[in-house]
């Protein structure tokens, strides 16, 4: 590692727009970089690193808030600046924010850092912005407009699924907010992904703290909600689904872990932008626990009537509990 501070990357993006499938694709190709990343994680189930850290073992936890706006948490960013430049002398450090992190607040205190604070320098913002739902989530969700208008450098996820007319308004909402960010999509090939680790990593210098980005308004999120959820006995696929699809565009984003009955094989749901889906990967460990561990976030979620549904979507109730505590 070169002598100075550490170059740091913020990856911010709005929820499901597709950031932690960034990192790891960076993560999983061929190059010559030492990378560590800090996962800012909204919620207390750690969904995202616990997917990044298949591929690798540098990942510092922020649980419990959003870096942008609490100072306990920022708190634990510098530790977590110093904790991993000590263990992992890293070239470059990667920061996933959360999907509602404004980034203006965090530049702010990054440029204003106390003289004892972690040794780290700014020097790219990236954006991921949903494709095929950016353009109604620019809309309706402030902290979407504000991660563009902070960008340097804007990523255009799930391509593939949006459609022409949906594209081309998306590009114009984005350049209402932001023109100068350059805009880039990556296909999901070797030469796409070895292009978007260059894009991403290469030429790092530090980044100047813009007027507009000091802040001179309240830094308020609006009214999502995120409800944590973890059942022991195994549920019914077909039922969490309805759960899940009945809850329409007030759910957000969702993802995490699922025992399905009759399955010995881990499920991922996840709903990112438009898409809600139900996928199985790796056989369950056989010397450890068969658990369920959601996040749903939304606008205005009923935490209590979301456990009670969840409840409902129980194909063995013996020895289940929730993480909220609450009774069956």
Known sequence: M??????????TGFLGAGKTTVLNRVLGAQHHRR????VNELGRIDIDGRLLRARAGDVVEL???????EVRTMEELWEAFAETIRRARPDCIVLETTGIAEPEPLLEALADRPAN???????RVVTVVDAQAGKAVLERHGEARHQVMAADRLLLS???LADPDSLAALHES????????????????????TALVSWLLDDLTPRALRDEERQTRPHEHGQLTVVALAEDAPLCEGPLLAMCGRLGSALVRAKGFVHIAGQDRQAFLERAGLQLSLRYGD?????????????????GLDGAALVRQLWACRAEAAGSRLSSGAQP
Do not use: M
């Open 63 to 69: 649980a419990g808030g959003c870096v942008c706006h």
């Open 174 to 193: 984005i350049a209402n907010l932001n023109e100068s960010a350059e805009r880039a999509g990556f296909p999901e090939t070797a030469a796409g992904t």
């Open 283 to 299: 056989p369950w460990p056989e010397d450890g626990p068969r658990r369920s561990e959601i996040v749903l976030i939304g606008d």
């Open 117 to 123: 604070a972690s040794d780290v320098v700014a020097c």
């Open 158 to 160: 799930k391509l593939d």
């Open 35 to 38: 990378l560590a990343i800090i």
């Open 2 to 11: 070169s002598a100075g501070p550490v170059p740091l990357v913020i990856l």
